[in-house]
């Protein structure tokens, strides 16, 4: 009797166990209708991803083409020009004073022309510098010490005007004197030159670290596409259940839906690679050349001023700056930033695209959905 008992528990419970395994089982096997939904909200969930991605990407492009093109470029090449040209008014000054001229037009009108574009070229670089910053501090240094230049440069006038109305054999000499503290407050250490040099080479670096920013690697990218890849995946994997249960070859609504989201990363992946290779060009190529017409002409200005203030015969001096030379390097320097912040209609097409996908999803999946809604819940 006792033997009987527990074999009748034994294989009690053994049918219990197996009643409870296929209840799990039919539990773990989800309904046809539940893995649509399911696939549905994972396909949307990748496409709205995918559109956070590209609007990230693009927007982080944008970000740092607009820095470059309308802030540390403009900087930098205005600090490059105030430099150049304070350097050629010395020279001017100085040509002026030891042929004679002076005495007619005083430091002359292309003394005047450089005066004034270095000035120019402070007011702008100072309405790009943010409040209260180091470089906004130097400025008002590189400020002060010009208007100083300036007032020794007329006051080097003024005494050689009042030398030659008295006459005498010492015409011009006290004029040389204040022509030369104004040189020396110019090109002296920590005098005019020295500080706004500082300026320009800062410039440089910021401008050619920002050419250099994450956002210009050409790995980016495809990283950022990748959510497509879960978009396309999804499809996929629904137009081969749409396949084996509706026995449907083929569903235009999810072929279209991929051909938008192929589209959308093709035209991402383009735009961006394009604004890289013009990021790698300006900074190899574009930003080394205006450095080089930039530095040569300074160089050259320099050392003539200088080489007139030892003595060395006006004839022989240079004859000022190039400005086509640096306009030409400038202008290929603009238009590769403006190249890289160029990406036409891609920040309408991004949500256009990725809203379009979405929706041809939808209406790929509501057909079969609402099948087994008429069925009445049909597995």
């Known amino acids: 009797m006792v033997a009987a008992r527990e074999k009748a528990a034994s294989a009690g419970a053994t049918a219990g166990g197996s009643a409870t395994g296929a209840a799990a089982g039919r539990r773990r096997q989800l309904s046809t ?37 309308d802030a540390l470029s403009p900087a930098y090449q205005d600090a490059a020009q105030m430099q150049a040209s304070l350097s050629d008014a010395d020279l001017a000054a100085w040509q002026a004073f030891r042929s004679g001229a002076a005495q007619l037009t005083g ?52 005494e050689y005007r009042r030398d030659i109305a008295l006459g005498g054999a010492s015409v011009g000499d006290l004029g040389r004197v204040y022509l030369t503290y104004s040189s020396n407050s110019l090109r002296g250490p920590g005098g005019l030159l020295a500080n706004i040099d500082g300026l320009t080479k800062s410039g440089q670096h910021a401008l050619r670290d920002q050419l250099a920013s994450p956002w210009a690697d050409r790995a980016l990218p495809p990283v950022f596409a990748l959510p497509a890849l879960l978009t396309l995946s999804g499809i996929a994997v629904t137009q081969v259940l749409l396949r084996r249960r509706f026995n449907r070859a083929v569903s235009l609504p999810l072929l279209l839906a991929a051909a938008a989201t192929c589209g959308l990363a093709g035209w991402l992946l383009t735009a961006a690679w394009h604004a890289d290779s013009a990021f790698a060009t300006a900074r190899g190529t574009a930003l080394p050349g205006l450095a080089a017409q930039w530095q040569s002409q300074t160089n050259a200005v320099k ?26 390097a400038s202008s290929r320097l603009d238009a ?14 991004i949500p256009v695209l990725a809203a379009a996908t979405a929706a041809l999803c939808y209406l790929g999946f509501r057909p079969r959905l609402n099948e087994y809604r008429a069925g009445g819940g049909r597995r």
């Open 303 to 328: 050392n003539a001023a200088e080489a007139l203030t030892d003595g060395a015969s006006v004839a022989s001096s240079n004859a000022g700056l190039d400005p086509s030379a640096t306009q030409t």
């Open 107 to 158: 430091p002359g009108l292309r003394y005047q022309n450089d005066i004034t574009n270095a000035g120019q070229a402070l007011e702008r670089l100072a309405a790009l510098q943010a409040p209260g910053s180091a470089e906004g501090s130097l400025l008002q240094t590189i400020s002060g010490q010009l208007v100083n230049y300036q007032n020794l440069v007329e006051q080097a006038d003024a």
């Open 336 to 349: 590769y930033l403006a190249s890289a912040g160029n990406d036409g209609s891609l920040p309408a097409g």
């Open 33 to 69: 209708p539940a893995r649509l939904r399911r696939l549905l909200t994972a396909v949307l969930a990748a496409t709205v991803l995918f559109w956070i991605a590209a609007t990230i990407l693009q927007q982080g492009l944008q970000a740092a083409a607009h820095s470059a093109r």
